[in-house]
């Protein structure tokens, strides 16, 4: 839990330097060669570490996916009772999709954190404000899910949320 915030709050900071540093640019003065190659290097950096954690997000989606979709023929074929354990493969499949839904949009900040305009800040603000309440209620209906099956949250490898 404090990794998460820490990460946070460094991305956060990143992301207010790189929007001080688009906008001291637009009012200044002429730039030099030497700061439009560095603007160019951090412009460059910075699309390619969003397309990264974009891929990063993609992937988590994708291996979780695999592995549900695993787990419910495993036990479809090897399962003695005469139920698949749903619940315990939703509740997986779940918390990959929350984590995917936070690298997306951590993506989506740092595309926007590029070359900001207000037409960008805008739909960066929608899609953080979809993104968080689908989260939201993910996050909701989990620990519902885990409310009602305490012995649930060991079956599937996390914790029950403390707190938050």
């Known amino acids: 839990m404090a990794r998460t915030r820490y990460g946070a709050w460094a991305l956060t900071l990143l992301l207010l330097c790189l929007l001080a540093g688009a906008a001291h640019a637009q009012g200044a003065a002429p730039d030099t060669a030497i700061n439009v190659r560095v603007e160019g290097w951090i412009k460059g950096l910075t699309l390619y570490l969003a397309r990264f954690v974009e891929f990063a997000g993609a992937l988590v989606i994708g291996i979780a996916s695999v592995r549900s979709l695993g787990s419910y023929f495993l ?50 603000a929608a899609i953080a404000v979809l993104r968080t309440a689908l989260n939201y ?27 938050a």
């Open 75 to 124: 036990n479809l074929a090897h399962g003695t009772a005469t139920e698949v354990p749903k619940e315990e493969i939703r509740l997986a499949l779940g918390r990959s999709l929350a984590l995917a839904l936070e690298f997306e949009l951590g993506a989506d900040i740092l595309k926007t954190a590029v070359a900001p305009t207000w037409n960008d800040i805008g739909l960066l």
């Open 137 to 163: 209620f993910l996050e909701r209906e989990l620990r519902n899910a885990e409310a009602r099956h305490p012995g649930m949250a060991e079956a599937t490898g996390s914790t029950p949320a403390r707190g």
